[in-house]
């Protein structure tokens, strides 16, 4: 039992000492050379202007969501698609009821607002 798994130990084992070689060889051969330009703080080509624990809109948040919601529609519609005809009429209905569950979803951040960007 235990000799199914000596390749994934293996496998870890070989990753590992990898890692380990190129951070020591990084912090070998790098030259450690601080200045104040290299150690401030940036943001997009200049100087930050405000503090980055700044608070967010909620709205913020409700488009990603909204993302995650149809990146994972997409993520199942897509192998769905694929076995349709394998999967026949059950499996269908399945992914109509799902994909209902996620209309739900979306038609109620619709109707709180979460599509309007002021």
Do not use: H, Q
């Not at 990146?71 to 269908?92: M, Q």
């Amino acid at each position: 039992m235990l000799e199914n798994y000596l390749p994934i130990l293996l496998f870890i084992a070989v990753g590992l000492v990898f890692g380990g070689i190129a951070i020591f060889a990084g912090r070998l051969l790098a030259p450690d050379r601080p200045d104040s330009e290299k150690l401030s703080p940036y943001e997009c080509g200049f100087e930050a202007f405000e503090d980055a624990r700044m608070k967010f809109d909620v709205r913020y948040y409700l488009v990603a969501i909204l993302f995650i919601l149809f990146d994972l529609e997409t993520a199942f519609l897509i192998p769905w698609a694929i076995v349709l005809e394998k999967i026949g009429l059950a499996g269908f209905l399945a992914m109509v009821l799902f994909l209902a569950i996620l209309v739900v979803g979306f038609v109620y951040e619709w109707k709180k607002g979460a599509l309007e960007w002021e």
